[in-house]
Every structure is written in structure tokens, then in C-alpha cells.
């Protein structure tokens, strides 16, 4: 804890604002824990709090997990949902818009039917399903891949609300000037005191703390829930759907094989990172050039590029961009891919991907005001019982480690 926040905690409107965030706490322990642990609730904020849960992390970097493991994590998963779901809470109507009539796609010659949550993996999964001259079918009889075509298994992926969040602002706002204009103005418009005109048509410089007040704002309003963002639950109807499969972004490439080799199908889910810098690249400084020049600059993109790029662990935070002002100002598209491209390969080598982009994730939400993480805790809960993703990492809530413990 901060000099900062413990001074915090100590005013009267800290005193305040605590006790209302312990109140929530253990509201929201009780509903997670209550039911599964006979009302037993165990205040203490960390990995091995919440309920057991090898359904998705992978053991170790070197262990592969076998067919039956996968199968029994596929088993817990789904029984974990009928149980949560028989719950009174969740079987209240749902009066807002059914998103999964139009989530649909049929994939793995029509095999599988998928149901695409957003922000969850769709782009890499979507390279690979189309075109299907990408896919190789296996040796299956006449009779199963007849019955298969006719009755076709069910899945989709869902992945830690936290992580899926900061990657919505990450994709949607900082590096896609093509959603400016849509999610930028939104979230500026309803977000910022006073904002400026300009700010406002050109939706470029939208804050996380902004973001994440307009995603809570949305979600309290029911007033422009953007797709990207919606509670992952509420896109598929998960608990009026009986899914074969519930994939975890955190074991793709474990689960995805699996779901494919159900059904007798086998592709390449390897990842080509080095092809989506290029991509992001041309995306942005050909396709969007314009726009970038008017609204923020060639220059200033390319830092939030770079800063994007660490955020991801794809170039390490300790390589700055290796080009002045002027140098990046009278590059060419290629060139400027290059830079990149060039540092993430350096980036490989060294390793430690994983803690630079966890170290990133954890310093954007430590400066979300404690109300609003709790907020966003309380309107996403059901996404962390559903899936059984730890809803307070203690490195996410700091503030509360002593508070919790010490009660």
C-alpha cells in the first residue's frame, strides 16, 4: 500500500468509501463462496481463494496435457456452469437483447457451430476457420460426418474479464483509428467534462480511466453497450444454451485441437505474430493515414504503437522506439513495420513475455479508483462465477490486502 493510499484510508472519506468497498467485498464473497462451501466465507484476496479450479491454466510451461486431461478440464467446465446456473439468481428472464442469434458461425465444414464472444480470440480463430482450404478432415466414415453435418457440436472461448477488458481499450482505442470515430466519440462524449469540439469528432485520445467509466456507465444504463465489452455470459446465453464445448483463451492451444479433433478436423493454430505487426502497421499508417495526421499525428501514433506492442509483451519495455520525430515522420509504411518487427524478434529471445505483460496490466488497473474495479466486479460477477476467473487478484486490489486480512 501506498504513502498515498493509506493517507487515503485514514481521511473521512476514506474511512467512508472503505467501509462501503469492504461492505461490497463481502457481499460479492458471500454470493461467490456462499453456495459452495456450505456459507463458509474466507477472506483472504488471493490465487488460492477462489474455488479449485485447474479448468483454465495449463500446469507448467512444459507440461502437455494429455486427451483425458483436456476432456476432464472440458467436463468441469461444463458442470460447473449447470450448477451455477441452477442458482435462482440465474434463472430470472433476461430482458435485454439476445446477442447469440446473431453470434453464429458454422466452421469446420459445418461440423461445428461457434459462438463468437468478443475479444475473445475471434480474430486469430477466424484466420484460421476461413477459408476451410486451410483445414484437413480426417479420416471419419460416411455415417459420422453425415450425422455430424446434421447435428454439429456446439463451443465457444471465453477468457479473465480483466484481460479481456484493457484488451477491448488496447485494440479498440489505442491502436484503431478506424473505431474513433464510434467507440472513441462515445466514450469521450459521455466521459470527459467539457471536452473539446475536436476531442469529440475525433474520439483519439480516450483514457483507460474514461474507458472503464463508460463500460460501467453502459452496463448501468443499458445506453450504448458496445459488443466488444458486454458481459461474456450475456453473449452466447450460456445458461439457457447447452454447450458441448467451453473453450479458455488461457488453454487455446490445448482446447481448440481438442474441439477440432471431436469432429474429425485438424488445422494449424499457430500463431504468426510477426504477420499481424505488418498488418496492425498497414492498418493503421496506409489505410487510416489520414485520419492519424488530423487527430493525433504520424509520430505520436507510432509511440502509442510501441507502448501497445509492450503492453502485449511483443517488444520489451526496455526498447524504446529507435527513431527521432522526424526519422519516424519521413518513414515509409515498410520501414516503420520493420522497426517493429524487428524489435519483437529481439523480444523472443530474451523471454519473460508474460510477466512484462501482466506487470503492464496490473499498474493500468492499480490506477482505477478502488470503487470503480469494484464496480466493474460487482456488474461482471457472473462472468467470474460462470468460468471461475479469481475476481480480486491480490496485485489487481492492493488496498484491500490488509484491510481483508485484517478482518
Not at 485447474?54 to 467436463?75: C, G, L, M, W
Not at 486451410?134 to 465457444?156: I, R
Not at 477440432?260 to 496492425?280: C, H, P, Q, W
Not at 518487427?341 to 503492464?360: C, D, I, L, P, Y
Request: hydrophobic share 35%; net charge positive.
Amino acid at each position: 500500500m501506498t504513502p498515498q493510499t493509506w493517507r487515503y484510508l485514514q481521511s473521512r472519506q476514506g474511512a467512508v468509501a472503505t467501509t462501503l468497498a469492504i461492505g461490497s467485498i463481502i457481499a460479492f464473497l458471500f454470493v461467490y463462496y456462499g453456495r459452495s462451501n456450505g456459507g463458509i466465507i474466507r477472506f483472504q484476496v488471493s490465487q488460492e481463494a477462489g474455488p479449485p479450479n485447474p479448468v483454465n491454466t495449463v500446469k507448467s510451461a512444459k507440461h502437455v496435457a494429455s486427451s483425458s486431461e483436456i476432456k476432464q478440464r472440458f467436463d468441469m467446465r461444463r458442470q460447473r456452469l449447470r450448477d451455477v446456473c441452477s442458482r435462482p439468481e440465474y434463472q430470472q428472464p433476461d430482458l435485454g437483447v439476445d446477442f447469440s442469434t446473431f453470434r453464429y458461425d458454422w466452421v469446420a465444414f459445418r461440423r461445428l457451430r461457434w459462438c463468437r464472444v468478443a475479444k475473445v480470440g475471434t480474430t486469430f480463430m477466424k484466420s484460421k476457420f476461413f477459408p476451410q482450404t486451410q483445414l484437413q478432415s480426417l479420416n471419419y466414415n460416411k455415417a459420422m460426418l453425415n450425422y455430424l453435418s446434421k447435428h454439429p457440436k456446439t463451443f465457444y472461448f471465453v477468457r479473465d474479464p480483466y484481460s479481456r477488458l484493457l484488451s477491448g481499450y488496447l485494440d479498440k482505442l489505442v491502436t484503431s483509428p478506424e473505431r474513433w470515430g464510434d467507440i472513441g466519440r462515445i466514450v469521450i462524449r459521455s466521459q470527459r467534462r467539457n471536452a473539446k469540439p475536436r476531442e469529440i469528432e475525433c474520439g483519439s485520445d480516450a483514457t483507460f480511466l474514461e474507458f472503464f467509466r463508460y463500460v460501467i456507465w453502459a452496463e448501468t444504463t443499458n445506453k450504448t453497450r458496445n459488443i466488444h465489452f458486454l458481459p461474456m455470459h450475456d453473449l452466447c446465453d450460456v445458461c439457457k444454451r447447452d454447450f458441448d464445448y467451453i473453450g479458455h483463451l488461457e488453454t487455446i492451444k490445448e482446447d481448440l485441437p481438442y474441439i477440432l479433433s471431436s469432429v474429425g478436423v485438424k488445422m494449424d493454430i499457430s500463431e504468426n505474430t510477426t504477420k499481424e505487426i505488418i498488418n496492425k502497421v498497414e492498418n493503421i499508417f496506409d489505410e487510416n493515414s489520414k485520419l492519424v495526421r488530423r487527430c493525433l499525428g504520424i509520430y505520436p501514433m507510432m509511440q502509442r504503437l510501441w507502448w501497445m506492442l509492450q503492453a502485449r509483451g511483443l517488444i520489451a519495455d526496455a526498447m524504446p522506439l529507435p527513431a527521432s520525430r522526424s526519422d519516424v515522420e519521413a518513414a515509409s509504411t515498410p520501414q516503420l513495420a520493420s522497426w517493429a518487427v524487428e524489435a519483437h524478434h529481439n523480444t523472443q529471445a530474451m523471454g519473460k513475455q508474460s510477466a512484462q505483460k501482466r506487470k503492464f496490466r496490473v499498474d493500468m488497473f492499480r490506477h482505477i479508483p478502488l470503487q470503480l474495479r469494484l464496480k466493474f466486479l460487482e456488474l461482471y460477477s457472473k462472468d467470474f462465477q460462470l468460468f471461475q476467473y479469481e475476481p480480486l487478484p491480490s496485485d489487481f486490489f492492493p488496498e484491500l490486502n490488509n484491510v481483508i486480512n485484517d478482518h
